[in-house]
């Protein structure tokens, strides 16, 4: 099993590594990103000289929903805030505009688009939702997105109709549609 890579920056002045450089670990080697030269320094285990570069945890671009009401702070395209605040209403849709580099009260923030406006969000406030489908009373295939109706996405969850493809939504009509037409014939003998 191949090591996952973790990036670090240090934070200091040190002999041979300035302030804002950059450190790729790679198994148990450090090199520096730029140069690709070895580091002699032990990133991981000397954090008041060194911060891990956490990988975002969404693509810029990806569709987002925020999971409940939050009042973000308004900031331009950079995340520089504008001393303003919004209240976003919860399940909107959103898009990833980017990350802030910098922890705020010891969160990960994003940058999000709303109405052509960005707003900086916590991002453990957001997530992506998932497309699946579902078959309505009328037997007819549906499909829908995590998080738009939490009630729903339960209840249809709770009792198996949730399918990953229409194709499987499908499957299930006709199965349903077999099982119903054996038990009309077994009640009318």
Sequence with gaps: MKNK??????????????????????S???FYTESGKPCMYDCENEPKFFMKIQEPKFKVGSNVILKKEHTAAICDSNG???????????FTEMRIEGELPTKIDNRVNVILCYNNNHY????????????????????????????????ADAFR??????HKSKEDAQKYVRLLKEVSDGLSLKSVH
């Design 5 to 26: 890579e973790m990036l670090f920056k240090a934070k200091v002045d040190l002999p041979g590594c300035v302030r804002g450089q950059m450190v790729k670990k790679t």
């Design 28 to 30: 148990d080697s450090y």
């Design 80 to 90: 520089r805030k504008l001393h303003r605040q919004f209240t976003l209403p919860a």
């Design 120 to 151: 900086i969000v916590p991002e453990s406030m957001v997530f992506v939702p998932e497309k699946y489908y579902f078959v309505s009373s009328e037997g007819i295939v549906h499909s829908a997105w995590t998080g738009r109706n939490i009630k």
């Design 157 to 162: 969850m709770s009792v198996g109709n949730v």
